[in-house]
């Protein structure tokens, strides 16, 4: 257990027991302008897992995810979807082979209605496929179906949330990417988020790759965790084992003599 600056957390744990890889990186490093941020990252996420990636502000999460989603230039290693290697492939061919992702912010189109935000994510779909999908939609959100006429700059920030993951659902992704999905949300709106919608999803067979700020209630719904310093992964063991070391807290706030985790 750290105990003195300089001293690293690792904690790496056997995959052998999780869910076949829906995701896999392998030796993955990633940056901008040919400079890695992320180094030699291995990383999976399977079929109904729900996989969080937490880490201090700067440790390469946010690279990390658009290496996943084809955003940020994958510099060496492999990154495999379904067993197939998806590298070098762009966010929009990735999008069409079941990768969806949720960004933290600018996710809803504030001027248009919440109909109109998923015709957008729909817009490749024949009417009767978009039809079917979107009433799955709102069976999942039934607030979504109650605002359906309503801007989207008039939602609650979780109605927002709803609608941005609604509107990627109806690509019916097999990857699911969150980014901070509750960030600006309140205690309640969080724990629905997380608790119910992102748990649902994964007890669906979705696999979901999360980053999340509320680390504690990340971990509480997650199979997997991985933590990044450094861009490094310094742990990758089940959530429930992250969550009771008895220095999470403290490294989580940052009162561990390290460069904190998360």
């Given amino acids: 257990m750290p105990t003195s600056r300089g001293e690293v957390l690792s904690l790496i744990r ?53 290496s996943v989603i084809g955003e940020v230039k994958v510099l060496g290693g492999t990154v495999t979807l379904n067993g197939e290697d998806v590298t070098a492939l762009p966010s929009e061919r990735l999008a069409r082979l079941g990768v969806g992702y949720v960004p933290q912010s600018h996710d809803v189109f ?12 729909g817009y490749l779909l024949s009417k009767r496929l978009f039809q079917e999908r979107v009433a799955k939609v709102y069976e999942r959100f039934p607030l979504l179906f109650e605002r359906r006429s309503q801007s989207a700059g008039r939602l609650s920030g979780g109605e927002r949330k709803m609608l941005a ?82 220095d999470i807290g403290e490294i989580l706030l940052g009162r561990k003599e390290l460069d904190g985790v998360v």
């Fill in 165 to 246: 993951i609604g509107r990627t659902l109806l690509t019916e992704p097999t990857l699911l990417v969150l980014d901070e999905p509750t960030a600006g949300l309140s205690p309640e709106m969080s724990r629905i988020v997380l608790g119910t919608h992102v748990r649902n999803l994964a007890a669906d067979g979705t696999a979901v790759l999360l980053i999340e700020q509320k680390a504690s209630e990340a971990l509480a719904i997650s199979a997997w965790a991985y933590c990044l310093v450094d861009g490094q992964v310094r742990v990758s063991a089940e959530a429930a084992e992250v969550a009771h070391r008895p």
């Fill in 14 to 66: 056997d995959n052998a027991q999780r869910a076949p890889a829906r995701i896999a990186l392998d030796k993955v490093s990633a940056g901008y302008n040919n400079v890695p941020i992320v180094v030699d990252v291995d990383m999976q996420v399977g079929s109904g897992e729900v996989v969080t990636v937490i880490g201090p502000n700067g440790a390469g999460k946010s690279t990390l995810v658009k």
């Fill in 110 to 121: 504030e001027t248009m209605t919440v109909l109109e935000n998923l015709e957008i994510g």
